[in-house]
């Protein structure tokens, strides 16, 4: 595989100001990383997002939430990093290329 991937995965983690006693709803910033992803995905720059809390929105690991950009990954890193809850740091992000399977 010598080709740049023009797709993205981004592995989102509770951040240094995650509040580990809050659901993900309740979380400061998350209006705003609410509104951020949602315009990624109605977009089309973002294939899929979602979140991995359990039902009551609380984490129960460090992980997250995954989003797939249909974007190289720099300009991925730069479009996770504009949001508000990652600037904030309630979210990390770790952002990784993603070789597609075409048929």
Known sequence: MTDTPSTSVVLVYAGPAWDRTQPIHRQRNAPGHMRHMRDQVASGVAIVAGPMHDVTGKLEGDLLGVVIYD??????????????????GQLRIEVRPLHRVTV
Do not use: M, Y
Not at 71 to 88: L, Q, S, W, Y
């Open 71 to 88: 974007r190289p990954v720099p300009e991925a890193t730069k479009i996770a990093n504009a949001d508000p809850a990652v600037a904030g």
